[in-house]
C-alpha cells in the first residue's frame, strides 16, 4: 500500500473553475513538497510545508499542511491550460531529516480551454 | 543559474547489456539523489550521496545497480546486466543540507529514460 495517498488521480477541469488535489498518510508528514511533472520530464518544485497548520501561496496555487502534519491539500484558483500536467506530493513520511521522499502516486491535470 | 542536469536524456539498450547515466548537480550542493519512475507512479527512492558518501540504499537497488559520487560532485548510476523490468525513467536530485532544523529541497533534473528491449 503506499504511504501517501493522492486523490483523485486523475482530473479534467473546465478553464476557469478551481480544484483541489489531496495528499494524505497514516504517519507524521515532516516537510511535505508539491512538484508539478509534465510527461516525460523531470519534476519541478512548487512549494514545500513543515510547520502544522502552515499555509503558502504562489500566484493561483495554494498549499496547507494540517495541524496533525498527516494531510496536505493543493488548490488553484481560477485554473488556467498551463496548470495541467501531472502534480505529485512528496515527504519524509514517519521520520525527519533522512532526506529520502516518499511520493504519492501523483494526479493527473487537464483544463479544458 | 544552471539546474539540475542529466546525460543521456534516452537511452535505449538490448536486455543484459549494461548502462550508465551522469547527473549534475547544481553547483555547491552536497546531497545528490537518484530515484526511479515507472509510468502512472511516483517516483521511488533508489539512493543518496552527502558529499562524496553513499547514506542510504534503498532495497530496490539490487546488487545490479551501483552508484558513485567520487569527487562530490556529479554522479553515476550503473546499471549491469539490464533486464526489461528495469525500463523506467530515472531521475535525480540535488540539495544543499545545512542541518537538521534547516530547510532542505530537492530540485529534479530532467531524467533519463531508459528502455530495454
Known amino acids: 500500500s503506499q504511504e501517501l495517498e493522492q486523490s483523485p488521480q486523475s482530473l479534467i477541469v473546465q478553464e476557469g473553475k478551481n480544484l483541489t488535489i489531496n495528499c494524505t498518510s497514516s504517519?507524521?508528514?515532516?516537510?511535505l513538497y508539491w512538484y508539478k511533472q509534465k510527461y516525460g520530464e523531470g519534476l519541478i518544485f512548487l512549494m514545500m510545508?513543515?510547520?502544522?497548520?502552515e499555509e503558502k501561496s504562489h500566484e493561483k496555487i495554494t498549499a496547507k499542511l494540517d495541524e496533525k502534519k498527516q494531510q496536505s491539500s493543493l488548490h488553484i484558483t481560477a485554473s488556467q491550460p498551463s496548470h495541467a500536467g501531472i502534480y505529485l506530493c512528496?515527504?519524509?513520511?514517519?521520520?525527519?531529516?533522512?532526506?529520502?521522499?516518499?511520493f504519492g502516486q501523483g494526479t493527473t491535470l487537464q483544463v479544458k480551454p | 543559474d544552471t539546474g539540475v542536469s542529466q546525460d543521456p536524456r534516452h537511452k535505449i539498450t538490448k536486455r543484459g547489456q549494461n548502462v550508465t547515466f551522469r547527473c549534475d548537480p547544481i553547483?555547491?550542493?552536497?546531497?545528490l539523489y537518484w530515484y526511479r519512475q515507472t509510468l502512472g507512479q511516483g517516483p521511488e527512492f533508489l539512493t543518496y550521496?552527502?558529499?562524496?558518501?553513499?547514506?542510504?540504499k534503498s532495497r530496490l537497488l539490487s546488487d545490479r545497480f551501483s552508484a558513485e559520487r567520487p569527487k562530490g560532485s556529479f554522479s553515476t548510476l550503473e546499471i549491469q546486466r539490464t533486464e526489461q523490468g528495469d525500463s523506467a525513467m530515472y531521475l535525480c536530485?540535488?540539495?544543499?543540507?545545512?542541518?537538521?532544523?534547516?530547510?532542505?529541497?530537492?530540485?529534479f533534473g530532467p531524467g533519463t529514460r531508459l528502455l530495454v528491449l
Open positions: 536530485a540535488s540539495s544543499s543540507y545545512r542541518g537538521r532544523w534547516s530547510q532542505e529541497t530537492q530540485y
Open positions: 504517519k507524521t508528514l515532516y516537510g
Open positions: 510545508l513543515q510547520k502544522g497548520g
Open positions: 512528496g515527504a519524509e513520511v514517519g521520520s525527519s531529516n533522512t532526506g529520502k521522499l516518499i
Open positions: 553547483s555547491e550542493h552536497n546531497r
Open positions: 550521496f552527502q558529499n562524496e558518501a553513499q547514506l542510504e
